[in-house]
């Protein structure tokens, strides 16, 4: 079993509905959270990053973790075209853990 | 600031053939790390460098060797190219906040290698 499980999709959804991404992980000594979005032949660029259990809002992403459950999810509110691009979803045993477990992303197509 | 800057983009070896990929960074960052990212499997650690001098393997170090004689540069050379090293590769550098690691990495633009 992979340490970090994400559904590769695509997704795709029509401009301003929520987008939801999800990644489940099986070693519970996880400790803080990343999500990184990636255009298309593009490196990626860290989007949101959390410390263990609970929300954090930025703009209109908003990062959930809940660690009992060892599941991590992405929403995006009022999904623009320039959202379109694969999620991949991070994480490391300890702050400033440069070694991260990644998901393998998540594709997701807005369409105007 | 150019960031993290990986050349070349594109490269196409025949097997058995060896080069070498460039990193370089000008945000004057102390971790550097190579990935490869294939469809299906996700970024997986190639090697990654703490500071100059220092190397270290990561998930998939086999066929690649890495050196760090500067801050600045980071290579990744392929010593006999083979078919299943066709993917894209990462270079990426992160900092230091109140001299502890921050986590976050920087990633250059990629560079995409076909062997035959």
């Known amino acids: 079993q992979k340490e970090v499980e994400q559904d590769p999709g695509p997704l795709s959804v029509p401009e301003g509905a929520i987008v939801s991404l999800n990644c489940t992980y099986s070693?519970?000594?996880?400790?803080?959270f990343m999500w990184y979005r990636q255009y298309s032949r593009k490196g990626p660029e860290l989007l949101m990053y959390?410390?263990?259990?609970g929300n954090k809002e930025d703009g209109r992403f908003t990062a959930q973790v809940d660690k009992s459950s060892k599941y991590i999810s992405l929403f995006i509110r009022d999904s623009q075209p320039s959202d379109s691009a694969t999620y991949l979803c991070?994480?490391?045993?300890?702050?400033?853990?440069?070694?991260?477990?990644f998901g393998k992303g998540n594709q997701v197509v807005v369409i105007p | 600031n150019a960031g993290v800057t990986q050349t070349p983009k594109f490269q196409v070896l025949k097997t058995g053939q060896s080069m070498t990929l460039q990193c370089a960074q000008d945000?004057?960052?102390?971790?550097m790390s190579w990935y490869r990212q294939d469809p299906g499997m996700g970024l997986r650690l190639i090697h990654y460098s703490v500071g100059a001098g220092i190397t270290d393997q990561g998930e998939v170090p086999n066929g690649y060797n890495v050196s760090r004689s500067t801050t600045e540069d980071f290579p990744l050379r392929l010593l006999s190219a083979a078919p299943s090293q066709t993917s894209v590769y990462f270079c990426a550098s992160s900092y230091k906040s109140g001299g502890a690691n921050t986590g976050e990495l920087f990633f250059g633009e990629g560079s995409r290698l076909t062997v035959l």
């Open positions: 991070a994480m490391s045993l300890y702050y400033g853990n440069n070694r991260l477990a």
């Open positions: 959390t410390y263990s259990s």
């Open positions: 070693n519970s000594a996880f400790q803080y």
């Open positions: 945000m004057n960052h102390e971790y």
